[in-house]
């Protein structure tokens, strides 16, 4: 009996391991394998056709709507999914809550109910400005930033800093920092390198295929734009 109570755990530990380090990784690959093809199918069929169909999707996608509303501007160039803005007064509050169920989370897809996980958090560039969005998770706009792009100075991107994990919990491998000067503040935001879904939207419209579209007309873009400050 005994003999078990050890064993029990010591199987529980290599288990998550195994999934950790040998079949997670595997997993992702193959998810961002699927996404990259669609993409491509997806640039295919719209060959040509581009500004019309980003168009299309300004007026009608289910994940796209909700931010133009929220913005009133059309003139969308790209949009990324970002991680909450917060001060390290706040990162600290949380930081109790958040690691434990940020670890368990990502190791089952579940995990312990962060004070903040299963809210949405954008940047939006346009033409004009850069804004930034904070959904609660029934699509609820709690924050709404807007940045005028000809006031932004010393914009730049960089990777993760140790310091930025400390004060921020931003996530090394994950995220990259954008940082500007807007009147007498910095400012720094950690995005992602995909939009996702807005959650606003309906299951159905958070398919695969749907956000591989999205994420070709909208994340494609403002990575392209970061990539000149880099």
Known sequence: MMMWIVAIPIVLIV???????????????????????????????????????????I????????????????????????????ETKDFLRQQAVNIAGKALGRLTGVGVREVDNTEHYFLVLTHAH?????????????????????????????????????KNNAFVGETERLTFESGDTQYNFFFYDKMYAHPKAGDKYSTMQEMSKVNYLFAKPFLAFVKQYQ
């Open 15 to 57: 288990l998550v391991m195994v999934y950790q380090y040998a079949l997670l990784p595997k997993m992702k690959a193959k998810h961002e394998e699927k996404l990259s093809r669609a993409s491509d199918d997806f640039a295919l069929q719209i060959a040509g056709k581009e500004a019309e169909t980003k168009t299309m999707f």
């Open 59 to 86: 007026q009608s996608n289910e994940h796209i709507k909700p931010i133009v509303f929220q913005i009133q501007e059309q003139d969308i160039m790209g949009i990324i999914s970002c991680q909450e803005k917060r």
């Open 130 to 166: 850069l804004h930034y969005l904070h959904y609660s998770d029934r699509g609820d706009c709690k924050e709404h930033l807007s940045f005028e792009r000809n006031g932004m100075e010393n914009l730049a991107v960089g990777k993760i800093t140790s310091a930025d994990m400390l």
